[in-house]
């Protein structure tokens, strides 16, 4: 990888990583920028107002939503490269799409070979004036485990807060001949990245060796290891990787002590006592520190348990939530359509009762349509029977007595103004009008109640009486 660019590990919300991706571009040394983003796949998809989990979804659904997510992704880091452009910094984007955001940065630092990488320490709510530790899970991870050759600066809130870098040598001397390179195999000791036992110092030397049996003397690179913290605890020092410093701890010789010229016995014996009881200790302490730093990974490990747990617990109820607050917005909805449906059966019987009331008045009004048409038909038999005597008078010019049908059925007068009644026989309208202002409602011929006292003019007969009139 080019020592020209600068890799910066930013994430999705703009707002909250461009105070890094600043602080980047100041330090960046007039250098390419590289932004680098693990994409994060969405484990509940919503629908509906609803999130459901991927595997319940089907793949035609979920690969839609993943279609959105990258588009969304790809504007953000559109985003980026344009805030750096806009300054007139040379920039570039990496990305890959990983579950885990953390294991996602320590693979683009092993498949990009990333020698300077630039990420935050913890969100801008955490940081302090006294903060000297890491506080995001997925900032001690990357510290962890990235490789060594990777310079690795945390950020938070514009500040430099923790950086993983080589510094210092010390010379270490090793007796009758051992060489610095038995201590772990390699001719160089590189510290594993791993993190301090709790209430160690920041930097982790071995103990200082007799100078008065060293043979030889040479450098030994290490590197510092900051203490960092992990859900709460001081994480502990792999000792274990350092086998071969177990093995050299009782091979240090007491140096010869000479008075007058002779040995002092029993000042040798002590000192050789204390030598071999400080190399029991030394041992002891050695064992001790692996046996913590055992139970301390065993408690991180078994904590993380507990918080996953504890996660997906909470998603659970969560969902559990989400299922019942769906489930009553359902019975609602079906409470709704039952009134809906209930209002509309009504509506139904009101709209049937109407038709059959109306079927019953047409049915009234063809009868009445019916008896109107008989009605009709009689009066016309009439006018065919008034004609007929009107073309028998006419022949017959030597009779002069009017006919019985010019006088009045009631009067016996001839009619001046003749009317049909509703009984069907013609009357004189004024002598009828007289009838029914005496109180009468029957038929002066059949002496029946007549239906109402309409009259209708009998134009045909009056046609008749008055051309009778003339000619005689």
Same mark, same amino acid.
């Given at each position: 990888?080019?020592?020209?660019?600068?890799?910066?590990?930013?994430?999705?919300?703009?707002?909250?990583?461009?105070?890094?991706?600043?602080?980047?571009?100041?330090?960046?040394?007039?250098?390419?920028?590289?932004?680098?983003?693990?994409?994060?796949?969405?484990?509940?998809?919503?629908?509906?107002?609803?999130?459901?989990?991927?595997?319940?979804?089907?793949?035609?659904?979920?690969?839609?939503?993943?279609?959105?997510?990258?588009?969304?992704?790809?504007?953000?880091?559109?985003?980026?490269?344009?805030?750096?452009?806009?300054?007139?910094?040379?920039?570039?984007?990496?990305?890959?799409?990983?579950?885990?955001?953390?294991?996602?940065?320590?693979?683009?630092?092993?498949?990009?070979?990333?020698?300077?990488?630039?990420?935050?320490?913890?969100?801008?709510?955490?940081?302090?004036?006294?903060?000297?530790?890491?506080?995001?899970?997925?900032?001690?991870?990357?510290?962890?485990?990235?490789?060594?050759?990777?310079?690795?600066?945390?950020?938070?809130?514009?500040?430099?807060?923790?950086?993983?870098?080589?510094?210092?040598?010390?010379?270490?001397?090793?007796?009758?001949?051992?060489?610095?390179?038995?201590?772990?195999?390699?001719?160089?000791?590189?510290?594993?990245?791993?993190?301090?036992?709790?209430?160690?110092?920041?930097?982790?030397?071995?103990?200082?060796?007799?100078?008065?049996?060293?043979?030889?003397?040479?450098?030994?690179?290490?590197?510092?290891?900051?203490?960092?913290?992990?859900?709460?605890?001081?994480?502990?020092?792999?000792?274990?990787?350092?086998?071969?410093?177990?093995?050299?701890?009782?091979?240090?010789?007491?140096?010869?002590?000479?008075?007058?010229?002779?040995?002092?016995?029993?000042?040798?014996?002590?000192?050789?006592?204390?030598?071999?009881?400080?190399?029991?200790?030394?041992?002891?302490?050695?064992?001790?520190?692996?046996?913590?730093?055992?139970?301390?990974?065993?408690?991180?490990?078994?904590?993380?348990?507990?918080?996953?747990?504890?996660?997906?617990? #909470?998603? +659970? @109820?969560? *969902?559990?939530?989400?299922? /019942?607050?769906?489930?009553?917005?359902?019975?609602? $909805? %079906?409470?709704?359509?039952?009134?809906?449906?209930?209002?509309?059966?009504?509506?139904?019987?009101?709209?049937?009762?109407?038709?059959?009331?109306?079927?019953?008045?047409?049915?009234?009004?063809?009868?009445?349509?019916?008896?109107?048409?008989?009605?009709?038909?009689? #009066?016309? +038999? @009439?006018? *065919?029977?008034?004609?007929? /005597?009107?073309?028998?008078?006419?022949?017959?010019? $030597? %009779?002069?007595?009017?006919?019985?049908?010019?006088?009045?059925?009631?009067?016996?007068?001839?009619?001046?103004?003749?009317?049909?009644?509703?009984?069907?026989?013609?009357?004189?309208?004024?002598?009828?009008?007289?009838?029914?202002?005496?109180?009468?409602?029957?038929?002066?011929?059949?002496?029946?109640?007549?239906?109402?006292?309409?009259?209708?003019?009998?134009?045909?007969?009056?046609?008749?009486?008055?051309?009778?009139?003339?000619?005689?």
């Amino acid at each position: 990888m080019d020592d020209n660019i600068l890799h910066v590990a930013l994430g999705q919300n703009v707002k909250e990583y461009k105070s890094i991706l600043l602080w980047t571009l100041q330090n960046s040394g007039g250098k390419t920028i590289c932004v680098i983003h693990i994409h994060q796949p969405a484990n509940m998809i919503p629908i509906m107002g609803t999130r459901f989990p991927a595997s319940t979804l089907t793949k035609q659904k979920v690969r839609a939503y993943r279609e959105i997510e990258r588009q969304n992704m790809q504007k953000i880091l559109d985003e980026y490269l344009l805030f750096c452009r806009k300054i007139g910094a040379r920039a570039e984007s990496q990305h890959i799409e990983m579950d885990s955001i953390e294991k996602g940065i320590v693979n683009l630092i092993c498949q990009l070979g990333i020698r300077k990488l630039v990420m935050g320490a913890a969100a801008d709510k955490h940081y302090s004036k006294k903060m000297m530790d890491l506080k995001s899970k997925k900032a001690i991870y990357v510290c962890l485990h990235a490789p060594v050759s990777c310079h690795i600066q945390f950020i938070c809130k514009g500040r430099l807060i923790h950086t993983s870098e080589l510094v210092a040598s010390i010379d270490c001397s090793v007796g009758s001949g051992t060489d610095v390179s038995s201590l772990d195999g390699t001719d160089d000791f590189w510290t594993p990245r791993g993190s301090v036992a709790e209430g160690s110092s920041d930097e982790w030397y071995p103990p200082a060796l007799d100078n008065s049996t060293c043979s030889s003397r040479r450098p030994v690179d290490i590197v510092r290891i900051s203490s960092v913290r992990s859900d709460g605890t001081d994480n502990g020092l792999e000792l274990n990787t350092l086998p071969q410093y177990k093995d050299s701890l009782p091979c240090l010789s007491p140096p010869s002590v000479v008075q007058d010229g002779s040995i002092d016995e029993t000042l040798y014996s002590k000192l050789e006592k204390a030598m071999t009881e400080a190399g029991n200790a030394r041992l002891e302490a050695f064992q001790e520190t692996q046996r913590r730093g055992k139970a301390e990974k065993d408690a991180i490990e078994a904590m993380h348990k507990a918080q996953v747990s504890d996660r997906l617990c #909470a998603e +659970e @109820l969560k *969902q559990r939530k989400e299922i /019942e607050e769906a489930l009553a917005k359902e019975k609602e $909805e %079906h409470e709704k359509v039952k009134i809906q449906l209930s209002k509309a059966m009504e509506d139904l019987q009101f709209a049937l009762d109407q038709k059959s009331s109306l079927e019953s008045k047409i049915a009234e009004s063809n009868e009445m349509v019916e008896g109107l048409e008989l009605r009709i038909v009689s #009066a016309v +038999e @009439l006018l *065919q029977t008034y004609k007929k /005597e009107r073309d028998e008078l006419l022949s017959s010019k $030597e %009779h002069s007595e009017p006919p019985s049908y010019f006088l009045c059925p009631i009067s016996q007068d001839i009619m001046q103004d003749p009317h049909v009644a509703t009984d069907g026989f013609t009357y004189e309208a004024e002598v009828l009008r007289e009838w029914f202002d005496r109180g009468h409602d029957t038929s002066p011929m059949t002496n029946l109640k007549l239906e109402n006292c309409n009259l209708v003019p009998n134009y045909a007969l009056r046609s008749a009486i008055q051309e009778w009139q003339q000619k005689h």
